[in-house]
């Protein structure tokens, strides 16, 4: 979810910035206009292909603090296209944006992008201190059907300045996203769907910030996000596995009591990159995946942090490889709950009864972090990312498993509960796109393992026995790896 959101603010972002380019109001323009509730710009490019903004290298670099020289994210320059497509996505000529911008009674300050036919948004290669971690990242022929459109809001807000942007699509409206790895290209095709009885779907990021930190915030989304035909494909275009795929992913209805992360410069004087806060309360009202006309549901699925956590991230260069480093701190007490898990056609109808609910709660670091780290691979070829991730100490949390039959009054569900210990958990494993499928490789994978205080019953009186398993040492021989395919 919060890559699409960026994506979506980047584009605006760029769509805005265009049309302030292309079109510059001086006084005496904007002394004629009277008696409007707003301002209408109409932006239309004169290039052939219909690229409206295009870009060199970006680059962002860290202070060179650690002795490996000057650290730096680069993407190997930008373009924006606005076009028209047919019915098969094909290029039929170059689109005109109109921007409004309205002052509503609120003092709220309305810059909205509308009759977009299709946008689409490529970056070149995308690298950590020189080695490439993609070759190409694209959103491509991303279709507005009807009144579709992106707005951002500078809000009159009496704690400071705060921007929102919203995006609000018919159905009918999504595009493709694609990046490239190794000569091969992960492909799928994002699809927004409207709630049931709505006509839009509708999803809102905030941004404030003061003198110390930006705060990016989750707002209302209604509706649904499909993620279809997960797929990948040679250097031709082509679906490697024929006419399979990996299947379809969605999320939908999401309600937000608390959601936010901050990012802040890294208060250490002795280490690089960013640091801020994650606070999260917020419910998913279905998440699923699908196959065909078949489709597994996780419903009400809850992420609540009961605070602040902390997280650091940093880009790190050893000379061999680069990456990225990423903390996780100060958690004691997180809770995830999937309140049901059903089975139904692939359009969500004729859903099964629940096949139970699960909680891991409580979860405690105590004092101690989640550390992971995930770098690019030295040499040249299919070699993919390696990530390591590392859980010091001992981690604690509470698992809670319920049958969910119809609810009846004053009758409690079984279930079955455990107090959950992890010391020492290490994994590192490489993850590489081939041509025969998703490859996920062992390096390195251990940790000790005690389920303590088991227990089953009703909730009110436990029934068997209380007992303990522990399993230490618990590893994957290195050099084992699994890969994901389509089912042929």
């Known amino acids: 979810m919060n890559k699409t959101l960026l994506s979506v603010a980047v584009i605006q972002a760029a769509v805005a910035s265009s049309a302030q380019a292309m079109q510059v109001l ?20 004169n290039d052939a292909n219909g690229e409206m903004l295009t870009t060199g290298e970006i680059r962002y670099t860290e202070e060179d603090k650690d002795g490996q020289g000057a650290d730096n994210l680069t993407i190997d320059g930008m373009s924006l296209r606005t076009i028209t497509t047919d019915a098969d996505g094909v290029m039929t000529g170059v689109d005109t944006i109109r921007t409004t911008i309205d002052v509503d009674d609120q ?72 990046f490239d790895e190794d000569g091969l290209t992960f492909s799928t095709d994002i699809v927004f769907l409207p709630k049931i009885g709505e006509t839009t779907f509708r999803s809102e990021v905030f941004l404030t910030g003061d003198t110390d930190e930006l705060k990016l915030e989750i707002g209302e989304t209604s509706g649904s996000l499909e993620i279809r035909n997960i797929s990948l494909l040679n250097d031709k275009g082509e679906n490697i596995f024929g006419a399979n795929n990996f299947g379809d992913l969605g999320y939908g209805d999401i309600t937000v009591n608390t959601g936010y992360f901050t990012i802040a410069a890294n208060q250490d004087p002795d280490v690089d990159g ?85 909680a891991i709660e409580n979860l405690n670091l105590n004092g101690d972090s989640i550390d992971m780290q995930m770098y690019t691979l030295p040499g040249v070829g299919a070699q993919g990312l390696q990530m390591d991730l590392t859980m010091a100490g001992t981690t604690s949390f ?55 205080q088991i227990r089953m019953g009703d909730g009110l009186i436990q029934q068997g026995q209380t007992g303990r398993l522990v399993m230490n040492n618990v590893s994957l021989q290195p050099g084992s790896y699994f890969r994901v395919e389509p089912l042929q």
Request: charged share 20%; glycine share 10%; aromatic share 6%.
């Open 26 to 45: 001086d006084d005496s323009d904007m002394a004629s206009v009277s008696g409007q509730s707003g301002i209408t710009i109409e932006v239309t490019t």
């Open 107 to 178: 003092g709220n300050v309305h810059i909205r992008q509308s009759d977009i036919d299709t946008l689409e948004l490529e970056f070149g290669e995308i690298a950590l201190s020189g080695r490439s971690l993609f070759g190409g990242v694209r959103l491509s022929v991303w279709k507005f059907i009807g009144d579709s459109y992106l707005e951002t809001v500078l809000l009159n807000d009496p704690a400071g300045s705060k921007i929102g942007f919203v995006t609000a699509m018919e159905e009918g409206s999504g595009l493709t996203y694609q």
């Open 274 to 358: 960013i640091a801020g806060r994650i606070n999260s309360d917020l419910t998913v009202g279905n998440v699923f995946y699908r196959t065909g006309d078949q489709r597994l549901n996780l419903n009400n699925v809850n992420l609540n942090t009961n605070g602040e956590i902390d997280y650091t991230l940093d880009f790190i260069d050893t000379g061999f490889t680069t990456g990225i480093d990423t903390r996780i701190s100060n958690v004691s007490d997180l809770d995830l709950t999937i309140g049901a898990i059903t089975l139904s056609s692939g359009d969500g109808s004729n859903e099964s009864l629940s096949m139970g609910s699960y």
């Open 398 to 452: 509470d698992l809670t498993i319920k049958d969910d039959p119809a609810e009846n009054a004053g009758d409690p569900d079984p279930q079955l509960t455990a107090s959950v210990v992890l010391n020492n958990v290490s994994v590192s494993q490489t993850i590489d796109q081939t041509e025969k499928g998703l490859h996920v490789g062992v390096l390195n994978q251990s940790m000790d393992v005690n389920i303590n």
